[in-house]
């Protein structure tokens, strides 16, 4: 008797609770499962017609296995077009995008749907703003819609990603289209110089070095047809140490001629920019360092920047003399 | 406690023995989803539902359930009316149960439900433990929609959706994150003590041992607590 009392009836009435709500919970879960679904079907069908208006109802179509990205394709029932999603490997993850196309094969609306991007950075291609910018594209020319510059991994994965959309675009209406590639742009590096290339590069006559100090600037070289100077500058970036150091080359005038940097330590994929080129070169014709912007997301680093040119500025009136003019 | 007129033991809950304010139990629902008022509703009546189900559940089977596997059966009772209530959210309200996300399914270890399981529907009838689920659920119900309110006003300037402050008054938005939910919890607290003290009635001044749903089982309680 004592083993049924402790043992036997508490497994028995346990097992009972269980079964009894098991089974309340299946007959809720068949009552309620049709009402989820058309829910959700409505709510899928819903963001699939952000992306292709005028859209009613998607039925899903059976897809080949070879494509690259491939997540699944949608035809719309009454013909107005497709809507496929197709992923891609960004910065921080894959990126998903949802695109519409109509029965032509044009762009009538990209949403980016999943991605893990730096904000401020690779998230702004998420932004509806950006997808629109793709709308009306076809499968030859969506190629040409500018990246986001500082996003430069997310811009490209958003490209391959569309490209295989237009692949399951192909495969799912059975048009068969010409994508045109996505072509890798080479990326900008940094190149570091050292004081003596720069003032080859800036003044090929060849350089004597200035044997005084001007306006606390220790290095200054006058080329030796006088008819321009270059300087080593300094200035603060986004690190205490080291300093962003640049040499800087003006000609008789005070027009800047180039701007190379020899330090830049900046931050890479952000700060770093700063110090390439395409930034850098926008300083060659300026007497002032007025009419340049700083870079977006790298704020700091280019008013250090602006700050060591400023100097450079400001110690020519100071040397100008020296020049021929 | 069987001998409370009904009445009695469903106004309990309100004020009372508020289950959030005076007896500090749902801690984690109420301070997670009352960034909106509407939220604190929804919250609060799903809550109330799960309750009224299981109290009543429990109170009839209060004489079936062996001792030694009450706690297992009462989480499992709970834990499917919290399974069939967000079946229904989900078919039938279903911005509701994305709002609720998360801490629906967590109705299950919400401590109100099982307390009352134990301190009242295990030993009381079935009228009694539908009075008290009543009560507790309007009361958790009420405490949500006030922190709610409050929130929802301060950080967002709406109430249920309307706009109550003009957009041009800059909200404070601080107040539908996290520490502005305890802001908003101490601040209520304070209060209903505030009242319960000028009514003459003491407020429990420590939950202690005799607040712990267990206290009737455990042993450590008659010596001065858990060691």
């Known amino acids: 008797m004592k083993f049924v009392k402790d043992f036997l009836i508490p497994v028995i009435v346990l097992t009972v609770i269980c079964l009894v709500v098991s089974g309340a919970l299946v007959l809720t879960y068949q009552a309620t499962k049709p009402i989820i679904d058309e829910a959700k079907n409505a709510e899928a069908n819903a963001a699939r017609a952000v992306v292709l208006p005028g859209a009613s109802d998607f039925e899903e179509v059976e897809l080949p296995s070879d494509i690259e990205g491939a997540v699944d394709a949608y035809r719309e029932t009454n013909g107005v077009g497709y809507v496929v999603t197709a992923s891609a490997a960004g910065y921080g993850g894959d990126i998903k995008l949802m695109v519409g196309f109509d029965a ?43 990246g986001i510059s500082g996003a430069t991994i997310t811009s490209k994965a958003y490209k391959k990603a569309l490209s295989s959309a237009f692949e399951l675009y192909s495969a799912a209406s059975g048009n068969s289209v010409e994508i045109s590639e996505v072509v890798d742009e080479p990326e900008e590096e940094l190149v570091l110089y050292t004081v003596d290339d720069a003032n080859a590069a800036l003044i090929p006559g060849g350089v004597t070095k200035y044997e005084q100090e001007v306006d606390k600037i220790k290095e200054v070289y006058i080329a030796n047809d006088k008819s321009a100077l270059t300087m080593v500058v300094t200035a603060q970036g986004y690190h205490e140490e080291p300093l962003i150091r640049l040499v800087v080359g003006m000609d008789a005038t005070g027009t800047i001629i180039g701007v190379k940097p020899v330090d830049f330590a900046e931050t890479e994929g952000i700060g770093d920019r700063v110090g390439k080129p395409s930034y850098l070169d926008q300083y060659i014709g300026q007497t002032t360092t007025d009419g340049v912007e700083a870079l977006g997301g790298a704020t700091v680093s280019s008013n250090a920047v602006k700050k060591a040119i400023d100097k450079a500025v400001d110690a020519f009136e100071l040397v100008k003399g020296e020049l021929a003019a | 406690m069987s001998k409370q007129s009904n009445l009695k033991i469903l106004l309990n809950g309100i004020i009372k023995e508020n289950p959030v304010l005076v007896l500090i139990l749902g801690t984690c629902p109420t301070l997670a989803v009352t960034s909106l008022a509407v939220n604190g509703l929804g919250m609060g009546l799903a809550a109330t539902a799960v309750l009224l189900g299981s109290n009543i559940v429990i109170s009839l089977l209060r004489k079936v359930i062996p001792d030694k596997v009450r706690i297992p059966s009462y989480i499992v009772i709970i834990a499917g009316f919290v399974t069939i209530v967000s079946f229904l959210l989900e078919a039938y309200v279903p911005s509701l149960y994305e709002a609720l996300g998360l801490y629906l399914p967590l109705i299950v270890v919400n401590c109100i439900i099982l307390g009352r399981a134990e301190m009242f529907a295990n030993k009381n009838g ?66 209903v003590n505030a009242i319960l003290m000028r009514k003459g009635k003491k407020p429990k001044q420590t939950v202690g041992c005799s607040g712990c749903p267990m206290s009737g089982k455990c042993t450590q309680a008659a010596e001065g607590g858990c060691k």
């Not at chain 1, 991007?117 to 499968?139: I, R």
């Not at chain 2, 659920?137 to 929802?152: K, N, P, V, W, Y």
């Not at chain 2, 709406?158 to 996290?178: K, N």
């Open chain 1, 104 to 146: 032509n094969g044009t762009i009538t609306g990209v949403k980016m749907i999943e991605h893990q991007e730096t904000p401020g950075f690779g998230a702004k291609l998420a932004e509806d703003s950006y997808g629109e910018t793709y709308v009306g594209k076809t499968a030859s020319d969506y190629t040409d819609v500018d």
């Open chain 2, 126 to 191: 079935v009228v009694a433990s539908a009075c008290d689920a009543i009560g507790m659920g309007l009361g958790f119900t009420l405490a949500l929609i006030c922190m709610g309110s409050i929130r929802e006003l301060l950080g967002s300037g709406t109430w249920f959706g309307m706009r109550i402050i003009p957009e041009s008054i800059q909200t404070m938005s601080i107040m539908t994150l996290a520490p502005g939910g305890f802001f908003v919890f101490g601040c209520l607290i304070a209060l």
